[in-house]
């Protein structure tokens, strides 16, 4: 880092709901303010959580590759900087029939990723054209790599 130069606090959330196929259903990406990336999943799995029930989903299936977050989700127990999202997360988990959270590795979530960092270029919400080829061979490339199931 430059002396002076001032740390960015800019985060990106990238969140890909697809079917119990692996097909896309939807995808969005925006840019937030946030001071660790930490909080930043957080805030990414608690919009995700939004956009599923506002789609009727009934089962859903969270897949990140922070394995601490999953940790704290399922035992109840946050860190102070993340527990008011924790706790939002716990409150939008029993709005569905099953909702659970599982670790996978960041090569199979490229695509959350990469809509992530492009969210860093905008300054609103961005629904994702599910035709777009980009964002196919992302899907392609996850599929390929994580062969389990996805959201339902």
Sequence with gaps: MLLGQKISKKGGLGVVIRDH??????????GFVCNSSFFAE???????????AKQNF?????????SSLITQINSECFDLDVSCIGFNILQL?????????SFIPRSSNS????????????ES??????????LQNLCLKDV???????FQ
């Design 125 to 134: 919400p961005n629904d994702c054209p599910l035709s777009s080829q980009w």
């Design 93 to 101: 988990q029993k709005s569905f029939v099953s909702c659970s959270f």
């Design 42 to 52: 957080a805030i990414a799995i608690r919009a995700g959580l939004r956009h599923a």
């Design 21 to 30: 196929l692996g097909m896309i259903r939807s995808a969005f990406s925006a």
């Design 111 to 122: 695509m959350a990723n990469s809509l992530a960092r492009s969210a860093l270029s905008v």
């Design 58 to 66: 009934s089962h859903v299936l969270v897949e990140l590759d922070c």
């Design 144 to 150: 390929t790599a994580c062969n389990g199931s996805f």
